[in-house]
């Protein structure tokens, strides 16, 4: 018998979806198995039935429900328990789901904030009010999924990597348990590190040391060139069976869309305090709150100075 | 906030003390019967040097008003550089108690060495005397309806 597969997105990219393409020849594999029930970026399938006769929101029963995207309104606070409902299993998709993600910088203003830099306050805006009628209101902040509903696991990223989700679903579908990793990206991470004491923050456009065409064990760990680097405070294993972080290959520091490797703690305090016994002042990270915690708002973040 | 509640306010006070040179200081404070406010709790941790700044954010967000970090004079330290590194991580806290919205001041480092009870005494009346001033923690989490600010 087919496993029942839905899908929801609230505040997201799509690139969450784009990922499930991305999983390439396996997703063949994976689709024989699976029947798609509810997936509004694939199919029409209309929440309150095609026509908007029901009263009651209805998503059919399935076994596995992947949700991407954060909650910014009353909608998706709905949607998403709707779908704890009549999910067995249901799985947060990517960074947004998973921690907040990008929207979730939004806690760094209050609503009022937002609408006014929106719709009032930007000089190439026209002042035409706020959008209040037929659309459904903000919740006080951004919210992380499992905030709102109890997750049964969670798959980080932004976008989170085909590889990890193809592993994941197949050991659904195998009835086996899937582990992220719970090691930080500098276990994954193959550049060289020297120990070396560094006193400034680079500006990343003024280019890492690296020679093209030389394996990554020969270059110098990009902390340690003087780029901010969030290996150290981030989730590793995006680098999937290859092991090497994705932004490494690219020789790009690691930006933290794995989020922290707990909801317990704050990678702004963690990487704060680990900066500062190694000699770095920490004015010298600009825009701390957002720079520390771009992919992990949804709890952390919020307006400065309003507490 | 009214007169009345200022009043009764009481602070929580955190004060983390280095095992060699503060907590000697303050228990010089004690057997020398120096008086000092009693909403004071004290820990002692190894050196002042160990203290992550996660340790005092969560001091704050737990309950705390106020945290005070003690450690020995610079050049005294018993691991020769720690209260360097704890002077260098007091800097990085303020900012991010600036950072995350506490008051700063709600956050201080002092030195205090081991013959130096009397002044860990007063220290200590005189942190709580800010703390009571600026009022309770708008941050504590467990906060039972209807008290603090």
């Known amino acids: 018998m087919a496993v029942r597969l839905a899908e929801e997105w609230f505040a997201t990219c799509a690139g969450c979806e784009v990922s499930i393409l991305d999983i390439g020849e396996p997703l063949l594999d994976i689709l024989k198995q699976v029947e798609i029930v509810h997936m509004p970026i694939l199919m029409d399938h209309k929440l309150f039935g095609q026509a908007g006769e029901r009263a009651e929101m209805e998503i059919p029963e399935a076994d596995v429900g992947l949700i991407s995207g954060s909650i910014r309104n009353e909608e998706h606070r709905h949607v998403a328990e709707e779908m704890r409902r009549k999910c067995k299993v249901l799985i947060s998709l990517g960074s947004c789901a998973c921690h907040g993600g990008i929207p979730a910088l939004a806690n760094l203003g209050t609503n009022d904030d937002i609408l006014n830099l929106a719709y009032r306050d930007t000089i190439t805006t026209d002042r035409n009010g706020m959008p209040c009628e037929e659309i459904p209101p903000l919740t006080d902040r951004v919210y992380a999924l499992h905030e709102v509903v109890a997750v049964d696991m969670i798959l980080p990223g932004c976008p989170t990597t085909p590889e990890m989700l193809a592993g994941a679903l197949t050991a659904l579908l195998e009835g086996k348990e899937y582990k992220l990793s719970t090691k930080s990206v500098c276990d994954d991470c193959p550049l060289q590190r020297e120990k070396k004491v560094l006193s400034t923050v680079k500006r990343r456009l003024e280019g890492p040391r690296f020679t093209p065409g030389r394996p990554l064990s020969e270059m110098q760990c990009l902390m340690e060139q003087g780029y901010l680097c969030l290996g150290p405070v981030t989730r590793g294993g995006c680098g999937g069976s290859e092991r090497v972080p994705r932004c490494i290959r690219a020789y790009m520091t690691c930006e933290g869309c794995f989020g922290p490797l707990s909801t317990k703690v704050n990678p702004m305090v963690d990487m704060v305090g680990a900066l500062a016994t190694v000699g770095i002042e920490a004015e010298q990270i600009l825009d701390r709150n957002a720079t520390l915690n771009r992919f992990s708002g949804a709890g952390r973040l919020r307006p400065v100075g309003k507490r | ?149």
């Not at chain 2, 005092?56 to 106020?66: N, P, Y």
């Not at chain 2, 703390?131 to 039972?144: F, H, Y």
């Open chain 2, 1 to 149: 906030m009214s007169v009345a509640v200022a009043e009764k306010f009481e602070p929580k006070i955190l004060a983390l003390a280095c095992n060699w040179c503060s907590y000697a200081g303050a228990d010089l404070a004690g057997i020398s019967r120096c008086q000092y406010p009693a909403n004071v709790r004290i820990i002692r941790v190894m050196c002042s040097g160990m203290v992550h700044p996660k340790l005092v954010l969560q001091a704050l967000d737990k309950g705390a008003d106020g945290v005070v970090m003690c450690g020995c004079h610079i050049g005294d330290c018993h691991y020769q550089e720690g209260n360097v590194r704890a002077e260098r991580r007091a800097r990085a806290i303020s900012v991010l108690l600036e950072d995350l919205g506490y008051d700063p001041r709600r956050f201080k480092l002092a030195w205090v060495s081991a013959a130096e009870g009397p002044q860990f005494a007063s220290l200590m009346a005189e942190f709580t005397e800010v703390i009571r001033q600026l009022g309770p923690n708008p941050e504590r989490v467990a906060e039972p309806a209807g008290k603090g600010a």
